[in-house]
Nanobody, 127 residues
Framework: QVRLAESGGGLVQAGGSLRLSCAAS???????MGWFRRPPGKEREFVAA?????????YYSDSVKGRFTISRDGAKDTVYLQMNSLKPEDTAVYYC????????????????????WGQGTQVTVSS
């Protein structure tokens, strides 16, 4: 069993920054990890993903590319999402998730490709 716990959300003004953390208990080293978000009244959407192990490959949605950075620390079993230049439209509940299959090399843009999810952390960006 894998448990994921997000933290680091909060209220920030537009243009500000936040760093989200996703602490994992259980096996995650061999699995790619992803961040998704659910804006108010909308479906959950892909934000970013990082490959297994050292995290040499990263993937981003067009809406966050150039502003957000995903990374992972294998020693701490933690995945991060550094969010800069935040916009009001970034307001959402942010979730981290683990891929279903180990050693995958494709990006993982879809929810069904993930099996374990955290409870989410709220990010609110004021204008």
């Amino acid at each position: 069993q894998v448990r994921l716990a997000e933290s680091g959300g909060g209220l920030v003004q537009a243009g500000g920054s936040l760093r989200l953390s996703c602490a994992a208990s259980g096996r995650t080293f061999s699995y790619a990890m992803g961040w998704f978000r659910r804006p108010p009244g909308k479906e959950r959407e892909f934000v970013a993903a990082i490959s297994w192990g050292g995290g040499g490959n990263t993937y981003y949605s067009d809406s966050v590319k150039g502003r957000f950075t995903i990374s992972r620390d294998g020693a701490k079993d933690t995945v991060y999402l550094q969010m800069n230049s935040l916009k009001p439209e970034d307001t959402a509940v942010y979730y981290c998730a683990r891929r279903k299959t180990a050693w995958t090399t494709d990006p993982g843009y879809l929810e069904y490709e993930y099996d374990f999810w955290g409870q989410g952390t709220q990010v609110t960006v004021s204008s």
